[in-house]
């Protein structure tokens, strides 16, 4: 009984202590999340941050990466932006033979996010790519795209 109850507050301070991310929010509120980039590495989303672009399935992800591997290696931190994927779903076996091994190939810097509070707490829609626009630390704009041109055009 003892356990269970440990459990439950447990679970019950870690979801209360995770931060909806909307219009409004502080970049810090991102860092109250836990992101690895894919050669296990702790990275946080930088206060200068201008732009976060989440992606929650592997083909909003392929869309992502796809265009960032065509930009030259400092293209997101020249543009002040990060990516975040949000893998909670991918079973852990795929993760680690197939994702992690391919993710570690890519010059651009991803931030991966394991836990399901992540997705339950940042805006999505299905198919989609959220863009997360930032200005002097706050949360100014979330929007949702799906080509590799409009990406293109957030940052033309």
Do not use: C, R
């Not at 630390?137 to 409009?150: G, N």
């Amino acid at each position: 009984m003892k356990k269970i109850f440990i459990s439950l507050f447990i679970i019950t301070v870690a979801f209360l202590n995770a931060q909806n991310i909307k219009v409004g929010s502080s970049v810090n509120e991102f860092n109250s999340y836990e992101f690895k980039t894919p050669h296990d590495k702790k990275v946080d989303v930088a206060k200068d941050t201008k732009m976060v672009i989440v992606t929650f399935e592997k083909d909003a992800s392929n869309v992502v990466n796809e265009y960032f591997t065509k930009q030259d290696a400092n293209f997101l931190e020249n543009h002040k932006t990060v990516v975040i994927a949000d893998i909670n779903k991918m079973p852990s076996l795929v993760t680690k033979f197939f994702a992690l091994p391919k993710l570690k190939k890519f010059k651009h810097t991803i931030h991966l996010h394991y836990e399901e509070e992540f997705q339950n707490n940042v805006p999505h829609k299905e198919e989609s790519i959220t863009v997360i626009k930032l200005e002097n630390e706050k949360v100014t704009d979330i929007s949702y795209i799906k080509t590799s041109q409009e990406l293109d055009k957030l940052f033309n």
